[in-house]
Structure formats: structure tokens, C-alpha cells
């Protein structure tokens, strides 16, 4: 379980590590680049409803090796779009089906954790996020090596692909194979997906909005304002960002303990808190050492709020279509935060403009106990069901 979660890094790492490149070889401007960028984004929305709609009939483990599967396809065809010449629309035709595949792969593998949470009646949600994590930074390091050693990059990204196989492969065996699909409706019918959240989701909605609203406009923000506003040199500002995710990275794979023994609600009011005090500090120190400091703070923060709102979302009949419905609203915060922030920032200065991070981990601080609970039961690992 905790390799598909490093399959899912592993293939986005190298696609964001030869953005750069690809931008290059298809001379575009970064307007242009916004387009395949954008219809990647319409294809992982496009399919997370979609995803939320075949679990429950299909089980998450098939939806998951099937994403999978095409997922180390779709990577060196990504790098293959440039080669042949096709230019802008066959590379932007290509980041969608990778975006859509990759959407599918993030709803079935959450699905597929929390089922085995609720077997297992022991918290694993976190420590597969930072799975994601360790594979995301390991194919994005992977491929800024071979940029540097002249590797072409479809030969790169043909490489990760037999990696992301092996790894899907030596995966499956393992995969839990449980029956996701528990909701049905009144009237027999398998209940879907709704992209927009409904009922107790719509609140665990607007708390993924803000937790990704801010995990966005951190990641692409952080390094313009320790090199803008702070005018550090190139090199501190990535070390200054490098700090923000290695302390997310960590968080993470201590999130499942902390969850296990203060309760969900308690590491979301937490980390809210995390994030407000840690950026705040950033802000008003106006120094290296405190930026990092505080970036570090916020990645801490920002580390297991994703996992408990997720896990709580698939506390219901239908883990699938509730976690695909709060992650579609989610990942337009993600999208949303880091424009929304450059507006502001346009208008006001940056340093202004990132407050609204800090007013937003204050929301997460407050919404957290009326949301999850107070006695943790929403949210919270629930007993294995006895069997006969």
C-alpha cells in the first residue's frame, strides 16, 4: 500500500522536473506553458468524480492497479509528444490523460488506505502521504540528475516508467481486495460520486479548500518571498524551501502516531495553529533563520491535515465517492491558492498577501473541533468488524 503511494510521487517528480525542458524544446512562453499546465488540472477533475463512481462498483484496488498500470504508460509518452514534433496540442492533449490518470490514482490509493485503516483499526493514512512525498522528491531529484549527466528526457522518463511497473507489480500481491463497494442507495443502485460535497462532506470540503489553499500558495510562493522580499541569494531560498518540505515529509510519517493518541480533530486544531504561528514568524522576522524556521513550522502544520480529512471523509458507506468529492474541492484550493495569492501580492506586496495563509491555518485551528468532533468520532480509526 505504502509503495502506491511512492508510484504516484515517482511518476509526478520527473514531469515536474522537466517542465523546464519541455517548455524549451516547444518554445513556449509561460503562457503557454500554462495551458498544458491547466489541462492537466481539468483532467485530474475530470476524473476524480469518475474515480469516486467505479470504486464503489469495482473496488479500489482494481481501479488502483488499472491507473497504475496507465499512469507508467503515460509517463514517457509525455516526453514522446515532444519528440515527435506535435507541438503544443499533442503535449497538452497528453499532460490531460496524465492528469486524469493521475487524479485516478490519488482517489483509489486513498481509498484503498483507509479500507485497510478500517481492517487494520490502526491509522496508516499519514505515513502513506509521506510516501508520496519520499517518491515525489526521489523522481524529481532522479531526473535533475539525469538533466545534469545530458540523459535525454524520453529516455528518463522510460526508465521511471519501468520503475513505476516494477514497483506497481511487486505491489499488487498486497493491495487489499476487500469490497469498497458498501453504499448503495435506497433503491439498490450503487450510490457516485458528486463532484461538490454534500452533508458532513461539505464542511471536511471547505477544510481540504483551506488546507490545500495553503499547501499551494506556501510551495510556489515560499522561495519568491525569502529571494524577493528577503533578497537572499537563489541557493538559501531553495534551502529555505527545501526546510518546508523535509519538515512536511517527517510530519508526516509521525502523523499516524500523534492521530493515534490526541484524536484526529487534535492534529488538525494543531497543525492550523502550526501554520498561522510559523508563517506569522516568517513574516515578522524578516530574517533567514526565522523564515526557515517558520517554513519548517508551517510544513509540520500542513503534513497530516490532508490524511485526517481524508480519513474522515471515508469514515462513511462509500470511502470512495466521499474522498473523491472532498479531494476535487481540495485540489482547487491547491490550483486557486498560489494565483489568488499572486493577485494580492500584485496589489499589496507580498508579505500582505501571504496573511491570508495565516488567516486560513487560523480557520483550520478553529473549524477543526465542530467539524471532526470534539469526542473524535468522526475521523478516528474505528474497531476491525468482528467475524465469524
Not at 500500500?1 to 524544446?25: E, Q, R
Not at 485503516?117 to 531526473?143: Q, T, V, Y
Not at 529555505?240 to 510530519?251: N, Q, R, V
Request: with cysteine; glycine share 14%; proline share 6%.
Amino acid at each position: 500500500m505504502l509503495a502506491m503511494f511512492a508510484v504516484d510521487g515517482l511518476g509526478f517528480g520527473p514531469w515536474a522536473a522537466h517542465l523546464p525542458t519541455f517548455k524549451d524544446s516547444l518554445r513556449l512562453s509561460d503562457g503557454g506553458l500554462s495551458v498544458p499546465l491547466f489541462a492537466m488540472v481539468i483532467g485530474s477533475l475530470v476524473a476524480m468524480p469518475v474515480a469516486g463512481r467505479l470504486i464503489p462498483r469495482h473496488g479500489s484496488r482494481r481501479v488502483l492497479l488499472v491507473a497504475a498500470f496507465l499512469y507508467a504508460m503515460i509517463v514517457p509518452l509525455i516526453a514522446l509528444a515532444v519528440v515527435v514534433g506535435g507541438g503544443l496540442p499533442l503535449f497538452t492533449a497528453a499532460a490531460f490523460l496524465y492528469g486524469a490518470i493521475k487524479g485516478t490514482i490519488d482517489v483509489s490509493a486513498n481509498a484503498q488506505a483507509v479500507g485497510v485503516e478500517r481492517e487494520a483499526a490502526r491509522p496508516i493514512l499519514s505515513s502513506c502521504h509521506g510516501c508520496w512525498s519520499l517518491g515525489s522528491l526521489a523522481g524529481a531529484g532522479g531526473a535533475a540528475v539525469a538533466l545534469r549527466l545530458g540523459s535525454p528526457p524520453l529516455l528518463t522518463m522510460g526508465l521511471a516508467s519501468v520503475v513505476l511497473l516494477a514497483l506497481t507489480i511487486a505491489s499488487a500481491p498486497h493491495l487489499r481486495t476487500g469490497d469498497d463497494a458498501e453504499a448503495a442507495a435506497p433503491d439498490g443502485s450503487p450510490r457516485g460520486a458528486s463532484i461538490w460535497p454534500k452533508g458532513r462532506l461539505l464542511p471536511l470540503g471547505l477544510l481540504a479548500f483551506l488546507g490545500l489553499f495553503c499547501e499551494g500558495s506556501v510551495a510556489d510562493w515560499s522561495a519568491v518571498y525569502l529571494a524577493g522580499t528577503l533578497g537572499v541569494s537563489a541557493a538559501s531560498a531553495a534551502v529555505g524551501f527545501t526546510s518546508y518540505m523535509t519538515a512536511m515529509t517527517l510530519a508526516r510519517f509521525l502523523g499516524d502516531r500523534l492521530t493515534q493518541r490526541l484524536g484526529p480533530a487534535a492534529v488538525l486544531r494543531g497543525g492550523g495553529l502550526l501554520v498561522a504561528i510559523g508563517l506569522g514568524l516568517a513574516l515578522a522576522g524578516r530574517t533567514l533563520p526565522a523564515a526557515m524556521i517558520g517554513f519548517a513550522m508551517v510544513g509540520v502544520g500542513l503534513a497530516n491535515a490532508v490524511p485526517v480529512i481524508f480519513r474522515s471523509a471515508g469514515s462513511g458507506a462509500d470511502p470512495g465517492g466521499a474522498i473523491a468529492s472532498v479531494s476535487t474541492i481540495g485540489y482547487l484550493g491547491f490550483l486557486a491558492g498560489p494565483p489568488v495569492i499572486g493577485v494580492l501580492s500584485e496589489a499589496m506586496g507580498l508579505p500582505v498577501a501571504l496573511l491570508l495563509v495565516v488567516a486560513f491555518g487560523l480557520a483550520i485551528a478553529i473549524a477543526a473541533g465542530a467539524t471532526l468532533g470534539r469526542g473524535e468520532d468522526r475521523g478516528a480509526i474505528p474497531a476491525p468488524a468482528l467475524t465469524s
